[in-house]
């Protein structure tokens, strides 16, 4: 999963939707990960973890927190009261769901995130130089 996650980092404007169930199951597994386990928020609180996360490692989603939230909801990955004031991580998920979840969890996401981030550009920066150089030289 986190080879995955790191290959799915580097791409631009994704949306949530449009990705095949695999990759859904990781970047909403990460995302959910952002929501304290055993511990009651509220909407605005949820939002605004989902928020920064969605600043630190998912800052190549076109969906916004809302959306997310939702998706979130959808999956079963968090639950909400039947007020839809009260917010938790949900406690079990598919068997293949927690796997993943165990992956990611044991990992600075954010960290993460910004170093493959950081190599790609540095690899970008120095694939420009050599072509470059090469053109110089023709």
Do not use: C, M
Not at 16 to 40: F, M, Y
Not at 44 to 66: F, H, I, P, Q
Not at 115 to 123: M, V
């Amino acid at each position: 999963p986190l080879s995955r996650l790191r290959q799915l980092l580097l791409k631009q404007e994704l949306a949530i939707g449009n990705l095949n169930s695999a990759d859904r199951q990781i970047v909403l597994i990460a995302a959910a990960l952002a929501i304290p386990a055993d511990t009651t928020l509220t909407e605005k609180d949820v939002t605004e973890r989902l928020y920064r996360w969605l600043t630190a490692v998912g800052s190549n989603l076109r969906d916004d927190a809302v959306e997310l939230r939702r998706y979130l909801i959808d999956f079963r990955l968090l639950q909400r009261d039947p007020a839809g004031k009260a917010y938790t991580r949900s406690k079990s998920w598919p068997d293949h769901w927690s796997e993943i979840a165990a992956e990611l969890a044991s990992t600075d996401l954010a960290a993460f995130a910004d170093q493959a981030r950081t190599e790609e550009a540095e690899l970008r920066a120095a694939r420009k130089k050599a072509a470059l150089e090469k053109r110089e030289l023709s």
